[in-house]
């Protein structure tokens, strides 16, 4: 391949981790192959919190824009003065730091820098991580050179676009599996025991918690470990019901090495957000899914049903869970070893572990080949 002098990128990527890993992922490629690297991100606490531990990237907040459901409603004009004050911002970053190419990874925080990027000729590309898009990438589709894709059922959403499947990226720090037994000190289990991972993603899972609450008692017997990551508020009250329930359980709010709890789980159960999905590829994990009930156009769910079809995962409806039914969902699991190899070698096979590598190559070559 011919070399791609260093030029400086713009990734957007704010506003939800399913937005903000995987352009850290892109962001760390890049970086590795020598280009520089400016984060456009939201003003929300989750993106603040993420970049801490990545003061290697420079970042600059983007006004937060969220659109409404009542499109005529003052809501609806606070939305578009927003947009208006991004877009601005956008236009006067875009003279400083003078990129060579955008990147946005979905969400209102990426809308901006893309028609920015447009306005000024720059190729610019969108990455959809969802099996269905969200409004927002469906409006950015129209002003990108190409619309990059975590999953081939998306096509369809964006007629006449320039679409490339690279998979989601995933985070370099996610790294391979670990040894188990170094990985579980980290949690203080007992590493021959059946374990369970439960997560709700970066922002954890209310909904997920409340059903292992009800789920934990008729598990007591099963002779499995839990660790738990419950999001901000219900850890306190999942280490209770475990510690009354009398389950060996590892509980906290996050954990921000997540390759230590993908390595250490026999079985996971997870929303069915596009970024979770392809963590549970690159380890190779079996999966329950309780998709979040109130995702945009259910795109959880279409996610989910891509790795149901594929044997890696069993999907099951939050509103429709029965504690008895969904304990014995786990136990079978648990108990049918074969099964979960061959739900784990359909996981691994689903998503490309060079997603963030088949990204950065498209905005390499976009830059060097001159694409619009």
């Known amino acids: 391949m011919t070399e791609t002098k260093p030029f400086r990128a713009i990734i957007a990527c704010g506003g939800t981790g399913g937005h903000l890993f995987p352009g850290l992922a892109v962001a760390e490629s890049l970086r590795e192959r020598g280009h520089e690297v400016l984060l456009l991100v939201s003003e ?6 993420a970049l801490k531990s990545h003061s290697e990237f ?6 937060s824009v969220g659109m409404p459901s009542m499109l005529l409603s003052p809501a609806f004009i606070g939305f578009l003065r927003r947009c208006w004050d991004s877009y601005q911002q956008c236009r006067s970053i875009y003279r400083r730091y003078r990129p060579s190419v955008v990147l946005g990874m979905g969400g209102f925080t990426s809308t901006a820098p893309i028609a920015a990027a447009r306005l000024k000729g720059l190729p610019c590309f ?43 990226p995933v985070r370099k720090n996610l790294g391979q599996a670990m040894d188990r037994l170094e990985a579980m000190r980290t949690f203080g289990l007992d590493a021959s025991k059946p374990t369970l991972l439960v997560t709700g993603g970066s922002q954890g899972a209310s909904g997920i918690n409340h059903i292992l609450f009800r789920t934990a008692p008729l598990l007591a017997e099963s002779g499995i470990q839990i660790i738990h990551l419950t999001g901000k508020n219900d850890d306190r009250l999942a280490a209770a019901n475990y510690q009354r329930d009398g389950i060996p359980h590892y509980v906290a709010p996050f954990h921000h090495r997540m390759e230590e709890a993908y390595s250490v789980s026999d079985l996971v159960i997870s929303r069915a957000g ?7 590829s690159q380890f190779g994990l079996p999966s329950i899914l309780v998709p979040y009930p109130h ?5 959880q769910k279409a996610n989910g049903e891509i790795y149901v079809r594929a044997g890696a995962s069993v999907m099951v409806d939050e509103r429709d869970i029965v504690p008895e039914v969904f ?23 689903l998503t490309p572990e060079s997603a963030a590598e088949n990204v950065a190559d498209m905005m390499e070559r976009a830059v060097r080949e001159g694409i619009k």
């Open 44 to 49: 929300k606490e989750i993106d603040a919190l």
């Open 58 to 63: 420079r970042a600059e907040k983007l006004p």
């Open 126 to 168: 969108i990455h959809e991580s969802n099996a269905i898009p969200g409004r927002a990438n469906r409006l950015a589709a129209r002003f990108a050179s190409r619309v990059l894709l975590g999953f081939e059922d998306c096509r369809t959403h964006f007629p006449g676009a320039d679409c490339v499947v690279t998979g989601t």
């Open 274 to 280: 596009a970024s979770s999905l392809s963590e549970l």
């Open 295 to 299: 995702a945009t156009d259910d795109h």
């Open 327 to 349: 304990a014995a969902t786990i136990s079978n699991l648990f108990n049918d070893p074969t099964r979960r190899i061959a739900m784990a070698s359909a996981a691994k096979r």
